[in-house]
């Protein structure tokens, strides 16, 4: 009975995370809608309430806001938004450090994670997986030996975590992408994906 109940569960825990996640994402897109006249609401014209609408309006303002931004005047005009959002307190804070997070994962330019490491932490005998990242010159030339940014997530949010600088002989450096990186860390281990089932069956091959 008991093996039975925990099977039960393995099917309905997951499936009911995901059905939770997708009405909050699709309840939250929707609200998008109450941007539009009332009397261009879907709900008004259809004469009934179709969930997801707010999705297609959501991606049509973010493609939008991403031409805006691409040309001149918008840029200048974003530029000059942003300045006086930085200088109103409380909210500056919060919107720079969002904004930092953001740059760094979603930017194009090469400021996102560069390699996936093992380090030792929290103890000499323990290790963790991290991301490299940048070492500020200033800091850089603080070292005599060569040293790595390393970004240490949390689980199974990897969104926190901590901020250290590691002397690059004391890293192992995986050949493992980010993205498996993430899952593994989100999952706490469980996910094994196919690319992890690979390396581990090249390494269990006999010579």
Do not use: C
């Not at 909050?24 to 609408?53: A, C, F, K, N």
């Not at 093992?118 to 963790?128: E, G, K, N």
Request: glycine share 8%; no cysteine; net charge neutral.
């Amino acid at each position: 009975m008991k093996k039975y109940f925990i099977t039960g569960l393995l099917v309905w825990v997951p499936l009911g995370i995901t059905l939770w996640v997708l009405n909050l994402t699709i309840s939250t897109m929707d609200q998008t809608l109450l941007l539009l006249p009332e009397y261009w609401h879907p709900d008004r014209v259809l004469g009934l309430h179709i969930p997801g609408l707010g999705i297609i309006l959501t991606l049509g303002v973010v493609l939008l806001t991403g031409l805006l931004i691409r040309n001149v005047f918008g840029q200048r005009l974003w530029e000059g938004s942003e300045k006086a959002m930085l200088h109103v307190p409380f909210v500056g804070s919060i919107y720079k450090g969002v904004k930092q997070v953001s740059d760094t994962l979603l930017s194009g330019s090469g400021n996102s994670f560069r390699k996936v490491l093992l380090v030792r932490y929290p103890h000499p005998q323990a290790w963790s997986l991290a991301f490299q990242t940048s070492v500020p010159g200033e800091v850089a030339d603080k070292f005599d030996d060569p040293y790595v940014a390393v970004f240490i997530p949390t689980t199974p949010s990897p969104v926190n975590g901590f901020y250290f600088f590691v002397r690059k002989a004391d890293t192992i450096e995986l050949d493992m992408t980010v993205d498996v990186a993430l899952r593994s860390i989100v999952s706490m281990g469980v996910v094994a994906d196919s690319e992890t089932a690979k390396h581990r069956a090249v390494a269990q091959a006999p010579d």
